[in-house]
C-alpha cells in the first residue's frame, strides 16, 4: 500500500485555496464593464471606475459589481440596464440610467429575475429608468440607501414604479429615496418583507400594495402624492411609525384588510386622513390624524376593528361614517368634543358622536354649508341629539379622553400638498 507524507495534505490544500480566491478586476474609463464581468469567475468582484460606460449588462454568476466615484452605466433608453440573472449578486455604487420605456417588457434600471435570491442593490443612483428596480420570484433581496427618480417627462400612466416586487419572499426594502414614478413601491404576492425608512414623493400612491402577507411598514415618509400608503386585499400586517402627509387624496387606505396592527402613524395635511373600507379584525392605536380634510372616510361594513388611543385635531370632518348602525371607537381623543369632565379622570362624562343628521344633509347637498351657523340648522343639531329616531348611525366614542395624547401635534398643522 503506497504511503504519502502528512505534509503533502497542507500543500495541497494551500494550492487549491489559492486556486479559488476570489479576485478583483478593473474597468476604467474608455474600457467596458461586459467584458469583464464574462472574465469573472463566480465570487469575484468587478470595480468600476467613476466614467460613463455605455452598455446593458447581465450578470448571470455569483459577484460583486462595485462603482469608485460613482461611475455611470447609461441604458441608451433600450431594454434594462442592468439584469441580475443568479444568486448572491451585489450592486453599489453605481449610477444606473436611461433603461427603454417598454411597459410590457418591464424595462428596469435593475431587473432581478426569478431565481436570484439575495441580491443586494445599496448606495446606488437609478435615474431615468422606467421601472426603476423590478425584482420577481427571488428570496431575501436587499435594497439599501438607494436613489430612485423615475422618467419625469412621460405621463404618470406611461412609466413604471419605483421598485416591483411580485411573488417575492424576505425582501428588505430600506432607506430609499424614491419620485416621479408611477407608484413608489409597488407590492404583489410577497410575504415577510420589511419596508423600512424610505420616503416616497411625487408619485401617484407611495405603496401599492395587495395580496400579500406577514410584511412590517415602519418609519417611512410618504408625502405630496395623490396617494400616500395604499395598503389593500391583504392581512397580517404592522404599519407603524409612519408620517403620511400633505397627499391629494388618501393618507392611508386599509381596503380588505384583517388582522393587522396600523399604529403610531402622523397622517396629516391629506384630503382624507384614513380611508377605512371593507377592514375587519384590525388593531388602529396611537395615531395622530390631523388637519385633513376628512379625518376619518369608514365605509363598506369595517366593523369588528379596536381603535382606540387615537387623536383626531383639527379635521375639516372627523368622520365621514356610511353604514346602518354605530360603531364604538372608545378612548379617543377629539378636538370638537364639547362635553365636561366633572370626575377628573381624563375622560369626558357624556359620549361623543362623529356625525350627525346635520353631517348627513352636508355630505348630500354641499351648499347646505353656507347656512351652517343659522338657527335652523343648529335646531337641527338640536333636534337630532333630543329624538333618536331622527339620529343617524355614526362612529360614538363612549370614554372620549379630554386632553391629546402627542403633544407635539400641533407641528403637524398645515403640511397640506400646495
Given at each position: 500500500?503506497l504511503?504519502f507524507?502528512l505534509?503533502?495534505?497542507p ?6 485555496v489559492?486556486?479559488?480566491a ?5 474597468v ?7 467584458p469583464a ?14 466614467g ?7 450578470i448571470s ?5 462595485r462603482g469608485i466615484?460613482r461611475?455611470?452605466i447609461?441604458g441608451?433608453?433600450?431594454?434594462d ?12 455604487g453605481?449610477a444606473?440610467?436611461?433603461s ?8 428596469a434600471?435593475?431587473?432581478v429575475?426569478p431565481?436570484?435570491d ?10 431615468y ?7 420577481e420570484h427571488?428570496?431575501?433581496?436587499r435594497?439599501?440607501?438607494?436613489v ?7 405621463r ?5 414604479n419605483g421598485?416591483q ?6 425582501a428588505?426594502i430600506?432607506?430609499n429615496?424614491?419620485?416621479y414614478?408611477r407608484?413608489?413601491i409597488?407590492?404583489?404576492v ?7 425608512g424610505?420616503?416616497?414623493?411625487d408619485?401617484?400612491y407611495?405603496?401599492h400594495y395587495m395580496?400579500?402577507?406577514y410584511n ?5 415618509e410618504?408625502?405630496?402624492n ?14 407603524k ?6 397627499n391629494?387624496?388618501?393618507g392611508?387606505?386599509l381596503?380588505t384588510l384583517?388582522?393587522s ?7 396629516a395635511?391629506?384630503?382624507?386622513g384614513f ?10 392605536r396611537?395615531n395622530?390624524v ?5 379625518g376619518v372616510?369608514?365605509?363598506g361594513?369595517?366593523?369588528h ?7 383626531f385635531?383639527?379635521?375639516r370632518?372627523?368622520i365621514?361614517y ?7 371607537w ?7 368634543y ?8 381624563g375622560i ?5 358622536t362623529?356625525n ?6 352636508t355630505?348630500?347637498v ?10 335652523a ?9 333630543q329624538f333618536?329616531?331622527?339620529?343617524v ?11 391629546p395624547?402627542?403633544?407635539g401635534?400641533?407641528n ?5 400638498h400646495?
Amino acid at each position: 500500500m503506497l504511503e504519502f507524507p502528512l505534509v503533502a495534505v497542507p500543500v495541497l490544500a494551500t494550492l487549491f485555496v489559492r486556486t479559488v480566491a476570489a479576485a478583483t478586476l478593473t474597468v476604467h474609463p474608455g474600457e467596458r464593464v461586459g467584458p469583464a464581468i464574462d472574465a469573472a469567475r463566480p465570487g469575484d468582484t468587478v470595480v468600476v471606475y467613476g466614467g460613463r460606460y455605455e452598455e446593458n449588462l447581465k450578470i448571470s454568476k455569483r459577484l460583486t459589481l462595485r462603482g469608485i466615484g460613482r461611475p455611470m452605466i447609461d441604458g441608451r433608453n433600450a431594454g434594462d440596464v442592468i439584469r441580475i440573472a443568479a444568486p448572491d449578486v451585489t450592486i453599489s455604487g453605481l449610477a444606473i440610467v436611461n433603461s427603454g420605456a417598454d411597459l410590457t417588457a418591464q424595462n428596469a434600471g435593475v431587473y432581478v429575475q426569478p431565481g436570484s435570491d439575495r441580491a443586494q442593490i445599496d448606495r446606488c443612483e437609478l435615474v431615468y429608468n422606467l421601472f426603476g428596480m423590478w425584482i420577481e420570484h427571488s428570496a431575501d433581496v436587499r435594497v439599501r440607501d438607494n436613489v430612485i427618480v423615475g422618467k419625469r417627462d412621460l405621463r404618470s400612466p406611461d412609466r413604471g414604479n419605483g421598485i416591483q416586487l411580485y411573488n417575492t419572499t424576505g425582501a428588505q426594502i430600506v432607506h430609499n429615496t424614491i419620485s416621479y414614478s408611477r407608484d413608489g413601491i409597488y407590492v404583489d404576492v410577497s410575504q415577510h418583507a420589511l419596508f423600512k425608512g424610505n420616503s416616497i414623493h411625487d408619485v401617484r400612491y407611495g405603496t401599492h400594495y395587495m395580496n400579500s402577507y406577514y410584511n412590517v411598514w415602519d418609519g417611512n415618509e410618504v408625502y405630496h402624492n395623490r396617494g400616500g400608503l395604499a395598503i389593500m386585499e391583504s392581512r397580517n400586517q404592522v404599519v407603524k411609525n409612519n408620517r403620511v402627509w400633505g397627499n391629494t387624496d388618501h393618507g392611508i387606505m386599509l381596503r380588505t384588510l384583517q388582522d393587522s396592527v396600523v399604529e403610531n402613524n402622523v397622517v396629516a395635511g391629506n384630503q382624507r386622513g384614513f380611508f377605512i373600507y371593507d377592514a375587519e379584525y384590525n388593531t388602529i392605536r396611537g395615531n395622530l390624524v390631523v388637519d385633513n380634510t376628512v379625518g376619518v372616510h369608514l365605509w363598506g361594513g369595517s366593523v369588528h376593528n379596536d381603535v382606540t388611543g387615537n387623536d383626531f385635531i383639527g379635521n375639516r370632518e372627523q368622520i365621514r361614517y356610511v353604514a346602518a348602525s354605530d360603531v364604538a371607537w372608545p378612548g379617543n381623543y377629539w378636538s370638537n368634543y364639547f362635553g365636561w369632565d366633572k370626575r377628573g379622570r381624563g375622560i369626558g362624562d357624556i359620549p361623543y358622536t362623529a356625525n350627525d343628521l346635520v353631517d348627513r344633509l352636508t355630505w348630500r347637498v354641499p351648499a347646505v354649508k353656507v347656512l351652517m351657523n343659522s338657527p335652523a340648522v343648529q335646531s337641527m343639531r338640536l333636534i337630532a341629539q333630543q329624538f333618536p329616531l331622527v339620529a343617524v348611525p355614526s362612529v360614538v366614542d363612549d370614554a372620549p379622553r379630554m386632553k391629546p395624547f402627542h403633544p407635539g401635534w400641533a407641528n403637524w398643522v398645515w403640511r397640506q400638498h400646495d
